[in-house]
């Protein structure tokens, strides 16, 4: 094995949606509101159009206040404009990544997310990778072959060489289809993606 392929969300930054949705109402429907009508609704996290680049922040808002008749106008726009807050990058994955690199394997990040998440986070970050492919970047998602494909091609990756850490099966499954090798981890969860290595015999 030579090359690591790391997710973003839920791998090297933590994203629970529900416990963010905490931090802006103690009410549970308002809660829930935000889980299976925001971060879950057709553009975001349905189809992807934020990160796939086609739509903005802003235009997400409008759609989902007109959706939802305004019922919760305030605080959809609230929580899509201030969540970035509550998400943080996991020190110990950046740690791994470190020691990955001096031992001499490429690691490289794939990713389904939108241009404020690049330039919030990732973008301080991108030198620790020898490659990215972001979807918004690309207009590709996983668990879509296209962006799998993009990846391998722009770094001549071969992928039986290749582990990829993700927190969804789904993704996983496509990435085998290519012959990279991998299982999904249990979200935000380091010691798993430390097991997930040593499974694989990577590292130290």
């Given at each position: 094995m030579k090359n690591i392929i790391f997710d973003f969300g839920n791998v090297l930054m933590t994203f629970n949606?529900?416990?963010?949705?905490?931090?802006?109402?103690?009410?549970?429907?308002?809660?829930?509101?935000?889980?299976?009508?925001?971060?879950?609704?057709?553009?975001?996290?349905?189809?992807?159009?934020?990160?796939?680049?086609?739509?903005?922040?802003?235009?997400?808002?409008?759609?989902?206040?007109?959706?939802?008749?305004?019922?919760?106008?305030?605080?959809?726009?609230?929580?899509m404009n201030n969540f970035d807050k509550y998400r943080h990058i996991q020190q110990e994955v950046i740690e791994i990544i470190k020691d990955l690199k001096k031992q001499g394997y490429k690691v490289y990040l794939l990713s389904n997310t939108n241009e404020y998440s690049y330039e919030k986070v990732i973008k301080?970050?991108?030198?620790?990778?020898?490659?990215?492919?972001?979807?918004?970047?690309?207009?590709m998602i996983k668990p879509y072959e296209g962006i799998y494909k993009y990846l391998i091609d722009k770094y001549s990756i071969n992928p039986e060489e290749s582990l990829f850490i993700d927190d969804r099966e789904d993704n996983i499954k496509t990435a085998n289809l290519f012959g990279i090798k991998g299982r999904a981890v249990k979200p935000d969860d380091v010691e798993d993606i430390k097991l997930?290595?040593?499974?694989?015999?990577?590292?130290?």
């Open positions: 949606a529900k416990e963010i949705a905490k931090k802006f109402t103690s009410s549970e429907e308002e809660q829930d509101f935000i889980v299976n009508n925001v971060v879950n609704s057709p553009e975001w996290g349905g189809l992807g159009l934020i990160d796939t680049g086609y739509l903005s922040r802003k235009e997400i808002i409008d759609i989902i206040n007109d959706r939802s008749n305004n019922k919760y106008k305030d605080l959809v726009i609230d929580f301080d970050i991108e030198y620790l990778f020898d490659g990215v492919a972001l979807s918004y970047q690309i207009h997930v290595l040593k499974e694989y015999e990577i590292g130290d």
